[in-house]
């Protein structure tokens, strides 16, 4: 299977398993491709520049080592034109166009958490 990590998920993963600990066997499973997009990595990179997060300096290193990493193609900016507009978050928007470019299933948290 392959699946793309949101950003909730991914910070959970390094920092506090316990919210995604019924289901980090998709993650563990070696059979699986688990990637994480650029769009992740751009926003943590935003959150953490103006200073709404704190990560050690070797996060990003670790995230290329242990995942990989799905870059931005113009087809899925041209793909966020079939969306609605539930919500206007543009990283979740181009998650949501990425894994339906790519078909990828999405490792989604369920929970709000502001980063």
Known sequence: ????????????????????????????DKDNLVLVSDVVIWELVL????????LPKTFFKVVEK???ILPIKTSHIYRM????????????????AQCMEENIQSYRSTVKFKI
Do not use: C
Request: hydrophobic share 45%; charged share 25%; no cysteine.
């Open 66 to 68: 242990d995942f990989v």
């Open 47 to 54: 959150k953490s520049s103006n200073g709404k997060l704190r």
């Open 81 to 96: 034109r079939e969306l609605s507009l539930i919500h206007r978050d543009p990283f979740g928007r181009m998650l949501v």
């Open 1 to 28: 299977m392959r699946v793309q990590l949101d950003t909730h998920v991914l910070l959970w993963w390094y920092f506090d398993p316990v919210k995604i600990q019924d289901s980090a066997s998709i993650i563990r």
